[in-house]
């Protein structure tokens, strides 16, 4: 059992002003990665604090849950899930995004937020507003299963976008203002290379006449949040109604290839 240094854990939030200011998905998340950067630093002070990558496989036997689980699929706290709120005859992505997705649709909404104060593009506004969101249904290879979520109703530029922004973090470039995450070195470990796949992706991207979609998206990637700033979907209605082909069955019923991911979200305490 880890100690927890209420005071050294408040400073790492950013204050008491800054935790107000937090959702409790937002806290929860806060903490897991609190206490992974406490364990792997106590373990790997031999690498300033991020563990390698042979570290971080040796914790897999001690763990009672996959690091691939959906954020949405558990409950960070430790405890009991809730029962779901129900969702209208026919849910619109707004709704889903505040009945659903809620385990990253603060880090999506506050995203979009920054994209648009820098005036970005709405089609980016809009790929930032969603890149994340499969985040709560599957963590790993993230990027293409939100692009798989939204191909359907979106544009190939917003697809593109939300499908290689996940594979770009791994790739600075300082001329688009984009450095690699020191979250990353805790996560994957300190001498984390990306596989062979990942690097041709990247290199077939860096090429490509939309580049600068995805990369934009990796920009505006917030792991922090403004402390005492609460975001609302509901700020982001026109863009989505602009960027979003919403069916009319509602999502999950339309009869589109990706329909059942949409219904696993709606229903994700379904036996079968």
Request: with cysteine; charged share 20%.
């Amino acid at each position: 059992m880890i100690d927890i240094d209420r005071r050294a854990f408040m400073a790492y939030l950013g204050g008491a002003a800054a935790v107000a200011g937090m959702t409790v998905e937002a806290r929860a998340d806060a903490l897991e990665n609190y206490l992974a950067a406490s364990v792997t630093a106590a373990a790997s002070a031999a690498t300033s604090g991020a563990p390698t990558v042979a570290e971080l496989e040796a914790q897999i036997p001690a763990r009672n849950y996959r690091r691939g689980v959906g954020n949405g699929m558990v409950n960070k706290d430790g405890g009991n899930v809730a029962l779901l709120a129900p969702l209208p005859s026919k849910p619109t992505l707004a709704d889903f995004i505040r009945l659903r997705l809620q385990s990253n649709a603060e880090h999506c909404l506050q995203s979009a937020r920054q994209a648009r104060l820098r005036n970005m593009d709405e089609d980016i506004v809009f790929a930032c507003l969603v890149h994340d969101l499969s985040l709560s249904l599957m963590r790993a290879e993230h990027g293409f299963w939100s692009a798989q979520m939204f191909e359907p109703y979106v544009s190939e530029k917003i697809t593109f976008a939300i499908r290689h922004h996940a594979s770009l973090r791994f790739f600075p470039d300082k001329d688009a203002g984009y450095e690699y995450p020191e979250l990353y070195r805790t996560m994957f470990g300190s001498d984390y290379v990306p596989p062979p796949h990942q690097q041709e992706e990247y290199r077939w991207v860096r090429r490509h006449r939309w580049y600068m979609a995805p990369r934009l998206v990796t920009v505006n990637d917030l792991y922090s949040f403004e402390p005492g700033v609460k975001v609302s979907v509901d700020q982001f209605e026109d863009v989505i109604g602009r960027h979003f082909r919403q069916p009319k069955e509602g999502l999950g019923f339309d009869g589109s290839p990706v329909a059942h991911i949409w219904r696993t979200a709606a229903n994700p305490d379904a036996p079968l």
